[in-house]
Every structure is written in C-alpha cells, then in structure tokens.
Nanobody, 125 residues
Framework: VQLQASGGGLVQAGGSLRLSCAAS????????MGWFRQFAGKEREFVGA????????YYAESAKGRFTISRDNAKSTMYLQMNSLKPEDTAVYYC???????????????????WGQGTLVTVSS
C-alpha cells in the first residue's frame, strides 16, 4: 500500500494539529497502521498504532493522554490528533503500514514495510 502523510505545520505550544495518512488501494482495513516520529539526528521512534480490523490502538508513553489515533477505513485514511503540543514534539512524523504484525513488535520500525514520506511538525514555545 502507498501512504501519504499530511497535515504538519507550525503551531504554538499548547495547540493542536491533526495529521492524516492516506492510503492507496482497497486493502487499508487489513493493514495495521503506525505513526512514528523522527527528531533531528535521531532514529525514528514509535508514537502509536492502530491494529487492522479491530482498530485497537496503542501509544507510546509520550503520546498517551495527548495524542489520539483513529482511522476511517471507508476513506482509507488514518489520523493522528495531537493536542497540548510541546516544543519537544517537534519532529518529522511518518505513517507506516503492515498487513501482518505481532502486537509485541508494533513499536519497531522494522515491523512495517510501507512508509509515507513524512510531514514536519514544528511546535514553537
């Protein structure tokens, strides 16, 4: 599946943004989807994921309570609603997909075979 992330931009601390990840094809509902972010000079880190079919979500500790993942299978789109943003959330955000994934590995970049191009989120203080 081809993925395209969008919705990044500049926001003040405490503000909100909603990222979107649009997928091509009709198999979106059968894909487990993840959000990752990459700080400058760092490796990508897990933000959260939504399992295929059930839509069950998992979050990194840094995202719990502030970020919410949702998906619209009819639109083949996943969302990342980010609230109470902090300057330390500044990063390039990527979406990723996998047709099969082991729950214990949803936080690993290697578990996902399809990646979007990334969208930059900048949070000013």
């Amino acid at each position: 599946v081809q993925l395209q992330a969008s919705g990044g931009g500049l926001v003040q601390a405490g503000g909100s943004l909603r990222l979107s990840c649009a997928a091509s094809g009709r198999t979106f509902r059968t894909y487990s989807m993840g959000w990752f972010r990459q700080f400058a000079g760092k490796e990508r880190e897990f933000v959260g994921a939504s399992l295929r079919n059930s839509g069950t979500t998992y979050y990194a500790e840094s995202a719990k309570g502030r970020f919410t993942i949702s998906r619209d299978n009819a639109k083949s789109t996943m969302y990342l609603q980010m609230n109470s943003l902090k300057p330390e959330d500044t990063a390039v955000y990527y979406c990723a997909g996998s047709p099969s994934i082991i729950i214990s590995t949803i936080h690993r970049t290697s578990s996902y075979g399809d990646w979007g191009q990334g969208t930059l989120v900048t949070v000013s203080s």
